[in-house]
């Protein structure tokens, strides 16, 4: 008896904190509890690592020059450690990190928020300045440079259309002997848009390499993504170096342009840039509150958004998965669903989120149904229960390769997405479904097996709904109501929906008999 | 297609998360569950205290053993092979007769000394154990199974499972397998299940997939004639289970042996539900009687009396008739 109370009383702890801070957070803080009429903040971080050697290191990183189409609600600059300095120039604007002595493995991080302002993306009018490239082209290559500029020069009438061709020729599927020659030369996107602003340069255009980022939740270790502008008619207009389309793309953060690299690292070697994206949804309002807040709002929240960005795109999943746990216990304990171990559907599910929710059933059911087959053939062979399982692991493994690739082949990308599925569970899974069916027979697996893809499809349907999604980021302390729930459901001592089945035989039975014994005393006086 | 929790608590019907936390979590201290969960080790318990049990003939335990088999198991035709930590009857291997190498199992089918080995490397490796831990294979002496249940028994072994509750047995059901049960004496798997008065050891009523039945689906006899032999040896025996276990809740698992009579081969820490459907009553309102006595009483045989006379619904001279499950007479 003390033990219910002791579990009433921490629930009740529990929804009091719980509630108590998701209220002060939604009144005082203004965070909305509802993800509606939102708008979409992007949360960009760039993580500068290298290897010190324990010289004076000086790190210097382009950032992105207030673009017209976008405004940065936010800046942070803060590397333990390291001075910082802001330089404008030249249309860039760099920020320096520097520090005296340092040693092993450092990271600079740069984190921005951004808003995309709404209507026509624009491109930048500013005239072009005198173009600093020297077109320096060394003997073979020039004649090649020479020859294929003459050969498009002669099919266009414009900069623009001139940059077309070019594009044209360069990524031709067939190139003739002077784009191999060029094409030779290069091994990255950046080394292309360099060869590319030389070549129009030598015409006398002027152009220059754009890099920007792709806004995209969720992306974790991205590069920039290489284009460039060429000057026509007293507008820049923005190329893709690989497919030609022009005009800045949707969800596309132009970070640096024309300029020098992109990241210069001295007295350190190793150096990597990399960004991560987060999207998450504000109100009009906080956005506008968005400095005030921060400050504000820093010591007394416990936010994920304090944390790096990749971190919190790791808790964007992390912080569902009490979520699948909430539905596994509710159908345990109250429907009394079987399911072929008990969190596994939990992790189906999140497999489920890559995937979505149909072509994820259609792999699952397609790998544990070939490793069933295989599985059968492992289970004549008389092996030892480890070995038979790693066996089986390697089977999963060798089955989601060759969906891969089958599907690659037959042009259905979808398939892809079968490396989701964690295949160490996936093993497991098959295993016990052979032997079930081995014991049991094939009824008690297709209950299972469909138990668990109900669980993990209900799972999967709360943990992708929009609200769900957005009280779980941005109010983890319900994370508290969550665990007193399933406290008090773990108290939880009535009946199970699938008892009210299984016993109705026997209420019915008892029903028979009482109306046979009115009816024997009926009759027997 | 469903009925409501108000209809099945007026029934007294226990229901699984409310056996779970109020009998399992609150009778069962966890540190007891080794004694019943590894069946050696209640087998040396048992035999210790007096308690019979079916003989223990061999261990193998280590992967060496297993090759040593054939030696082992050289003078022995009728044995069976258990995991020691095994659950719902998986992976236990009866073999009934031997020709040489050729074994035959409880069901007729033949199989080899390599299958042995195998099945006994599995149980090694703990395929049929609770949570896939290491596990130790017993091979036991088989019962010799009284004729009384040969009429009523599909290929299987049938065993009688009581409910002992704070160490008063407080249900009992006969456990028959059938051909679709594939021989093992699982309610779920299709054997028969036959609710046994405590006071007489006779059927009240059977079962098979939680419907009513009155004759064996694979032997025809008629299922209400079943009185269990040695019934007044058997109850006390499974209320002594209790003070060896000290579990409050205990499924004790008894077959009845042509020559020594009741053996227990099980006990349980977990026992399931379905004994309620083969009685046609719920559990609870007689875990409330016993929880109201106040006297405690520590001889095995008194507590058996005091169960036969409180829950006993049959007087041992009623003929079975007005049960219901067979047909009245003309």
Redesign the interface.
């Known amino acids: 008896m003390s033990a219910k109370i002791k579990v009433y009383i921490a629930a009740g702890l529990l929804f009091v904190i719980g509630l108590g801070l998701t209220l002060y957070k939604n009144i005082e803080l203004g965070f909305p509890l509802l993800p509606g009429n939102q708008q979409p903040v992007w949360t960009i971080e760039a993580e500068v690592n290298f290897t010190a050697v324990g010289d004076p290191v000086l790190v210097s990183l382009a950032l992105p020059l207030d673009p017209p189409d976008i405004s940065i609600l936010d800046q942070d600059f803060a590397s333990p450690g390291y001075g910082f300095s802001e330089k404008t120039a030249d249309f860039s604007r760099r920020g320096m990190w520097s520090k005296r002595s340092a040693n092993g493995e450092q990271s600079v991080f740069y984190r921005l928020d951004v808003h995309e302002k709404l209507g026509k993306r624009l491109e930048t009018q500013t005239p072009p300045v005198k173009s600093t490239f020297e077109v320096d082209f060394l003997e073979p290559l020039k004649t090649a440079a020479n020859t294929l500029t003459e050969k498009v020069r002669a099919q266009s009438a414009s900069p623009h259309t001139f940059t077309a061709q070019l594009l044209l020729e360069l990524n031709a599927e067939a190139p003739d002997q002077n784009v191999r020659l060029l094409r030779r030369q290069i091994s990255n996107e950046d080394e292309f848009a360099t060869l590319l602003v030389k070549l129009l340069s030598s015409e006398g255009i002027a152009a220059r390499v754009v890099r920007g980022l792709r806004l995209e939740d969720g992306r974790r270790r991205q590069q920039l993504t290489t284009a460039i502008e060429v000057y026509d008619e007293g507008d820049w207009q923005f190329f893709n170096i690989e497919t030609g389309v022009t005009g800045i793309p949707e969800r596309f953060m132009v970070w640096q342009r024309g300029g020098r690299s992109l990241l210069e690292v001295s007295g350190a070697k190793n150096s990597g840039v990399y960004f991560s994206i987060v999207e998450n949804f504000r109100g009009s309002k906080d956005i506008a509150l968005q400095d005030k807040q921060s400050v504000e709002a820093a010591l007394i929240d416990f936010s994920i958004y304090s944390l790096p960005l990749a971190e919190q795109n790791a808790f964007k999943s992390i912080l569902l998965v009490p979520i699948g746990a909430l539905v596994v216990v509710v159908m345990r304990?109250l429907v009394?669903l079987k399911t072929s171990g008990t969190f596994m559907p939990i992790l189906i599910a999140l497999a489920f989120i890559q995937t979505s929710l149909v072509p994820g059933v259609l792999i699952f059911l397609l790998v544990v149904g070939t490793g069933l087959i295989i599985r059968s053939y492992l289970s004549k062979l008389?092996l030892?229960?480890?070995a038979r399982i790693s066996a089986v692991i390697i089977v999963v493994i060798l089955i989601m390769a060759s969906m891969s690739v089958l599907s690659i082949k037959l042009g259905i990308d979808k398939a892809l997405t079968v490396t989701f599925f964690p295949m160490i569970i996936l093993a497991w899974t098959i295993e016990r479904m052979s032997?079930l069916w081995e014991?049991?027979?094939p009824k008690e697996v297709l209950m299972q097996g469909g138990g668990s893809l109900l669980v993990a499809t209900i799972a999967y349907l709360c943990m992708t709904n929009r609200i769900v999604e957005h009280l779980t980021f941005n109010f983890p302390e319900l994370l508290l109501i969550l665990l007193g729930v399933i406290l008090l459901l773990?108290?939880?001592?009535?009946?199970?929906?699938s008892?009210?089945?299984?016993?109705?035989?026997?209420?019915?039975?008892?029903r028979e008999?009482q109306k046979?014994n009115a009816d024997d005393t009926k009759t027997t006086p | 297609m469903l009925t409501t929790p108000k209809q099945l608590r007026k029934l007294g019907i226990l229901g699984m998360n409310a056996r779970n936390v109020e009998l399992i979590a609150a009778k069962n201290p966890r540190r007891l569950f080794p004694l019943v969960d590894d069946k050696l080790k209640t087998k040396m318990v048992a035999e210790r205290a007096g308690i019979a049990v079916p003989k223990l003939l061999a261990v193998v335990d280590q992967e060496s053993q297993v090759r040593n088999l054939p030696t082992t198991l050289a003078e022995h035709s009728q044995f069976a092979i258990k995991p020691s930590k095994g659950s719902g009857g998986k992976g236990i291997l009866v073999i009934t007769n031997r020709e040489g190498d050729v074994f035959l199992k409880a069901s007729g089918e033949a199989i080899s000394m390599t299958e042995i080995q195998r099945h006994a490397s599995n149980t090694l490796s703990g395929l049929y154990s609770l949570g896939g831990r290491q596990d130790v294979a017993m091979i036991e002496a088989l019962v010799q199974f009284d004729p009384i249940f040969e009429k009523y028994s599909y290929e299987g072994v049938p065993d009688i499972r009581v409910i002992v509750y704070m160490g008063y047995p407080i249900m009992a059901m006969l456990r028959l397998a059938t051909h679709e049960s594939d021989g093992k004496a699982n309610l779920h798997q299709g054997a028969v299940g036959v609710g046994i008065d405590l006071a007489s050891g006779r059927a009240l009523r059977a079962v098979q997939h939680g419907r009513p039945i009155s004759h064996h689906p694979d032997t025809k006899n008629i299922l209400a004639a079943i009185e269990i032999p040695h019934w007044e040896r058997l109850v006390p025996l499974a209320a002594a289970c209790y003070d060896v276990t000290g579990l409050g809740y205990l499924g004790v698992d008894i077959v009845l042996d042509r020559n020594l009579g009741p053996q227990i081969i099980e006990l349980n820490a977990r026992p399931g539900l379905a004994i309620q459907v083969a009685n046609g009553a719920g559990m609870l309102p007689r875990v409330q009687r016993v929880d109201k006595l106040k006297e405690k009483v520590s001889d095995a045989t008194r507590r058996a009396e005091w169960s036969k006379q409180s829950f006993g619904l049959l007087p041992p001279t009623v003929s079975a008739q007005k049960i219901g499950v067979i047909d009245p007479p003309c």
């Not at chain 1, 773990?490 to 929906?497: A, D, E, S, V």
């Not at chain 1, 008892?499 to 008892?510: G, I, N, T, W, Y």
């Open positions: 304990l009394g008389n030892l229960l480890v032997i014991e049991d027979g773990g108290q939880y001592t009535g009946y199970r929906l008892e009210l089945r299984r016993f109705k035989p026997m209420v019915d039975q008892a008999q046979q």
